[in-house]
């Protein structure tokens, strides 16, 4: 399997990962304020990278010309669940969801501008034809509010600019260093928030939150791998695979209703996939 394959694969697994924590955010809704969630979700990471690293006996330690760039991971990672979270929280969820899937087109742009990565044709057309699909299917009612769809935006761009940092330390820190990091960072970041709405969970509770972070640990590892092991700009296109797969969970566990809509966007999705695997970056689409 050649490493573009490899990062695709990697990418699909983490859009699938993310999609189960978010059933598992859902489950846990309600009673368990937001940064509590994302408390645990970072925990749980935590410990999944410390005890990986710590099997392996892989130091933690960065190089001072990758303290910067890991920086900027994790300062814009965090900004980016928090941005998410605001958006979520005052713009309808379809709308919110648009919006963030934004994020391809700043990888890429992101990509091209300071990792010297080369755009083709066929891969700003797969990209765009993927936001597409991923618009159909979600079905934004259009509603925006102006400072909340900002927020939502800048979710997107700082999810974009964070994954470009990731490929940006590819080849000199370990995928799972970069977890560490992120992980500890979003700890005490969001420690304070936590502290100001606090509630004891139930052991169902407790179950959905642990879980909340299983998955987002599995999303983070195959993020990072993808990102590492080829360019950002040929492996984001994937990132919609959770768009598809998402409202499938929505039937089977929360017996939500599929639409026509749903299917259109799939097949959208799933062809412009195709058309990126197919064509070679010299080809004319």
């Known amino acids: 399997m050649t490493q573009d394959k490899k990062g695709i694969l990697y990418m699909i697994i983490a859009s699938t990962a993310f999609s189960l924590m978010a059933v598992m955010v859902k489950l846990s809704g309600g009673r368990i304020p937001l940064f509590e969630q994302v408390f645990f979700r970072n925990l749980v990471m935590l410990i999944f990278a410390g005890a990986s690293l710590g099997i392996s006996k892989t130091s933690i330690r960065v190089e001072k010309a990758d303290r910067m760039s890991l920086f900027l991971r994790c300062l814009l990672g965090f900004l980016g669940v928090v941005t998410v979270f605001y958006a979520n929280n005052h713009l309808p969820l379809a709308d919110a969801q648009i919006l963030q899937k934004l994020n391809p087109f700043f990888v890429i742009l992101t990509a091209v501008l300071f990792l010297g990565e080369r755009m083709t044709s066929r891969r700003l057309v797969t990209i765009m034809a993927g936001f597409i699909g991923a618009a159909v299917i979600i079905n934004p009612t259009g509603n925006f509010n ?84 080829t360019e950002a700009s040929k492996v984001t296109l994937y990132d919609y695979t959770g768009v598809v797969v998402s409202p499938i969970l929505g039937f089977l566990i929360f017996n939500e209703q599929l639409k026509l809509n749903t299917l259109i966007g799939t097949l959208i999705i799933i062809a412009s996939g195709y058309l990126a695997a197919r064509l070679k970056d010299n080809q004319k689409l």
Not at 192 to 203: E, N, R
């Open 146 to 229: 102006l400072f909340p769809s900002l927020v939502g935006v800048s979710s997107a761009l700082f999810g974009g600019l964070a994954y470009a940092m990731i490929r940006n330390l590819a080849g000199r820190v370990q995928g799972m260093v970069i977890i560490f990091w992120f992980s500890l960072f979003s700890i005490l970041a969001s420690a304070p928030l936590l502290m100001l709405d606090l509630v004891s969970p139930t052991v169902t509770e407790l179950f959905y939150l642990v879980m909340i972070g299983v998955f987002a640990a599995f999303g983070q590892y195959f993020i990072t791998k993808s990102y590492i092991t």
